[in-house]
């Protein structure tokens, strides 16, 4: 069983920062990625940043140059840095986690969402 924990989100002026993390935990035999998502009710989910384990980053066009994605190999955990927010920030935050086992398969977990309120 995988568990991820999520924390930071909350409520933020116009402008400013907010940092959230995941972590995760249980049986883990290899780590592929990890990233964050965020949905708005009405729309679809939405990636926005993920890291391999190789390091390897990829972000939505609208998070480049505001949002920092990084992570701790040691402790399983990455870390969604946000500055600059937007109004339009606004949503909920989902941590995804991609696994592979020792026999080959690759799972998906997702975290239970964290949110984020841009608003003056």
């Known amino acids: 069983q995988v568990q991820l924990v999520e924390s930071g989100g909350g409520l933020v002026q116009p402008g400013g920062s907010l940092r959230l993390s995941c972590a995760a935990s249980?049986?883990?035999?290899?780590?592929?990625?990890m990233g964050w998502y965020r949905q708005v009710p009405g729309k679809r989910r939405e990636l926005v940043a993920y890291?391999?384990?190789?390091?390897?980053?990829n972000y939505a066009d609208s998070m480049k140059g505001r949002f920092t994605i990084s992570r701790d190999n040691a402790k399983n955990t990455v870390t969604l840095q946000m500055s600059t927010l937007k109004p339009e920030d606004t949503a909920v935050y989902y941590c995804?986690?991609?696994?592979?086992?020792?026999?080959?398969?690759?799972?998906?977990?997702w975290g239970q969402g964290t949110q984020v309120t841009v608003s003056s």
């Open positions: 249980g049986s883990i035999f290899s780590i592929l990625s």
């Open positions: 995804k986690l991609v696994v592979s086992t020792a026999t080959g398969y690759n799972y998906v977990y």
């Open positions: 890291i391999t384990n190789g390091g390897s980053t």
